[in-house]
């Protein structure tokens, strides 16, 4: 089984209703290695151009962001774009080795690979997230004059 369009559509849909049923998918597609890397590579190039356009959608304000803590974050290092896509791409290869260690420390037998495959179209899911939240910022009123 290859992936498809069809499948590339509907698999957010099926990541949120059946998790395991969409695993198998991806799983059945025996996506190779070369393909996995590209898949969370492009991802985080996405999350990163994706927040840039979130950026200028919603501009931070030139006095910067106050934290409930009371500590200001600017539109400096905090808000970068290329920042949001190495630390996606680097947060899913982290979160594939913490499982797969802590899943052979506890005895499993999965495949880094596959895991690898798993987190990378997890990723590529979770990119519909933010261009949702671009699509709803775009229809609700600001209730500026």
Do not use: H
């Not at 969370?40 to 304000?61: D, H, K, Q, Y």
């Amino acid at each position: 089984m290859t992936i498809s369009c069809a499948l590339l559509w509907q698999l957010p849909l099926l990541t949120v209703r059946d998790p395991r049923q969409a695993a198998q998918r991806v799983l059945e597609a025996d996506i190779g290695r070369e393909a996995t890397w590209l898949i969370l590579i492009l991802s985080g190039i996405a999350s990163a151009i994706i927040m840039a356009l979130v950026f200028l959608v919603v501009p931070i304000p030139p006095e910067g962001l106050t934290l409930p803590d009371g500590s200001q974050l600017t539109d400096g290092v905090e808000y970068s774009a290329i920042r949001q896509g190495i630390t996606s791409v680097l947060a899913a290869l982290l979160i594939a080795v913490g499982i797969t260690f802590i899943g052979r420390l506890l005895g499993g037998k999965g495949d880094f690979n596959r895991l690898l495959t798993l987190v990378a179209i997890l990723e590529m899911v979770m990119v519909v997230v933010p261009v949702l939240m671009l699509v709803l910022v775009g229809l609700v009123p600001t209730g500026r004059c």
